[in-house]
Nanobody, 120 residues
Framework: QVQLVEFGGGLVHPGGSLRLSCAAS??????????MYWYRQAPGKQRELVAT???????DYADSVKGRFTISRDNAENTVYLQMNNLKPEDTAAYYC????????????WGQGTQVTVSS
């Protein structure tokens, strides 16, 4: 079983920055075996995919965050990051990380989420 824990959420003014972390623990081989994802869900809205980083390190982003968010991974630390710059009120949401092992794409693991609120 893999446990994912997100850190780094909080309240920030528009234009500000936050860095989210997703730390993996438990009966895990290594995050290097996982494709990693960041999702977010705002109140009353569906959960949406924000950023992806493959096992090989290839990254992709939702159009709404391109140029502002950066996903990265530190396999040695079993941690994935989401650097969020120039935050906007519409970025307000609970942010979740998800891990999918490359060798079993039917499996997935989710964190419990961390709240990001962008408000003046």
């Amino acid at each position: 079983q893999v446990q994912l824990v997100e850190f780094g959420g909080g309240l920030v003014h528009p234009g500000g920055s936050l860095r989210l972390s997703c730390a993996a623990s438990g009966n895990i081989v290594s995050l290097r075996d996982m494709h990693m994802y960041w999702y977010r869900q705002a109140p009353g809205k569906q959960r949406e995919l924000v950023a992806t980083i493959t096992r090989a390190g290839s990254a992709d982003y939702a159009d709404s965050v391109k140029g502002r968010f950066t996903i990265s991974r530190d396999n040695a630390e079993n941690t994935v990051y989401l650097q969020m710059n120039n935050l906007k009120p519409e970025d307000t949401a609970a942010y979740y990380c998800r891990a999918v092992p490359w060798y079993d794409l039917r499996s997935e693991y989710w964190g419990q989420g961390t709240q990001v609120t962008v408000s003046s």
